[in-house]
């Protein structure tokens, strides 16, 4: 008897330890932070909320709106970034108020005229809950949607809870700090080009930097990442917006969203946008025409046979190790068509990028790209000192 029960207790010690082994190594995925139900849904109870969300905000493979609905969260309506809720629209594109048709939430845009909730949308809410995956890039127009969301809940006392999701582009800081005269819808803030912070530490920095209208801080909560660091390669599960795909557009997009201020195509209306770059009068081995796709409806030039190069390849295999902006292509463009084209937009577009016309200055002035990168090291030194203050995860050094 006392043999049997020797072996129970063993065997019992055997299914126990495998069962603590197997836990272990599934608590070794990123649970991102709209997961982690029990840190965020019981402070929802009885409360009236609404949600900033878009095709990203899934959790567990279900739409987070659609879950929380499941839970009986009480959700008034929904706010909609640049691409819409479902993030099918243009970048840049006027993106109008809506219904959705699967939960019958008015959905209110956040991008065009309604940038900042006004009184109407944000009277009798308790809680905002947001959650989009951001890219990592100063210019990429969720982290100033984050801004103005944190502005209003200041102003109107509505509590603020970020749904925290690792940065795709948070293994490494880099670029010029955007200055205060530059600032724009495509860059708010002080902040390198590459900030190397998730949103959820975005969010801390704006707060205690005071970089809200009159200084004001929100009532903001971070539910954060479990299993993440700053020293990992996340892949997306969801495309962040039509044109950025896959990962190697996304790990190439803070060198090529340069092309944006520039008449050189990065192959929108295309199969591979944020994978290439080209021009009618470019040299190179690679040619595509750009023409209206959906997210893509009116590219640039459109219908014109562009030669240029094909960074698919490179940008899979090569961008996560570079761990820098590439200048080299937006250089090797500039010397081949100054004499032949009007490099830059007229609109200056390249500046409000940059943060600066330093860039649009030094390719001018026949500045090579060392020299260029060489000019913005003591001002990233700095923001890289003040990001430490807001950081939540392991970094990358």
């Keep these: 008897m006392v043999s049997k029960c020797r072996n129970l207790v063993l065997l019992l010690i055997f299914i126990l330890s495998h069962q603590l082994l197997f836990a272990v190594e599934f608590n070794r995925e990123i649970i991102v932070g709209a997961e982690r139900f029990n840190k965020y849904v019981p402070m929802l109870e009885g409360k009236k909320v609404a949600v900033v969300a878009n095709q990203t905000s899934i959790c567990f493979g279900t739409h987070l709106v659609d879950t929380l609905l499941s839970m009986n969260v009480d959700i008034q309506h929904v706010f909609a970034p640049e691409h819409g809720f479902r993030g099918l629209a243009d970048a840049g594109a006027y993106v109008s108020n809506s219904k959705d048709p699967k939960t019958g939430l008015k959905v209110f845009s956040l991008y065009g005229k309604n940038k900042k909730p006004n009184y109407i949308q944000m009277e009798d809410l308790d809680v905002i809950l947001f959650d989009l995956q951001d890219v990592g890039v100063r210019f990429y127009t969720y982290i100033s949607t984050l801004h103005y969301m944190m502005e209003a809940c200041a102003e109107y006392g509505v509590d603020l809870v970020v749904l ?11 670029g ?35 970089w809200l209208h009159d200084e004001v801080q929100c009532e903001l909560k971070v539910v954060t990442c479990e299993n993440y660091s700053h020293k990992d390669f996340y892949e997306l599960p969801v495309n962040p917006s039509p044109n950025l795909p896959n990962m190697a557009s996304i790990w190439l997009y803070p060198s090529l969203g340069l092309f944006e201020g520039t008449v050189v195509s990065v192959g929108r209306g295309t199969d591979f946008p944020f994978q290439q770059f080209g021009h009618p ?43 820098s902006i590439y200048l080299n292509w937006i250089k090797l463009c500039y010397d081949e068509l100054k004499g032949n084209e009007e490099f830059f937009l007229k609109n200056n577009f390249i ?39 807001y950081l939540l995860y392991e970094d990358f050094e």
């Design 164 to 174: 925290d999701r690792p940065n795709p582009n948070g293994f490494y800081v880099d």
């Design 176 to 210: 010029p700090v955007l200055k205060e005269s530059f600032s724009s819808f495509v860059g708010l803030h002080p902040v390198s080009l590459v900030h190397g912070m998730t949103i959820g530490e975005y969010a801390q920095m704006i707060n205690a930097e005071g």
């Design 281 to 323: 009068l470019l040299e190179g081995d690679h040619s595509f025409t750009p023409s209206s796709k959906l997210g893509a409806s009116a590219p640039k030039l459109e219908g014109e046979l562009c030669k240029g190069y094909d960074l698919r390849d490179f940008g899979m295999k090569e961008m996560p190790n570079q761990k």
């Design 351 to 389: 500046n409000l990028l940059w943060g600066s016309s330093t860039l649009k200055d030094m390719l001018i002035e026949g500045k090579k790209p060392n020299e260029i990168k060489n000019s913005w090291a003591e001002e990233l030194a700095e923001f890289k000192s003040m990001r430490a203050k």
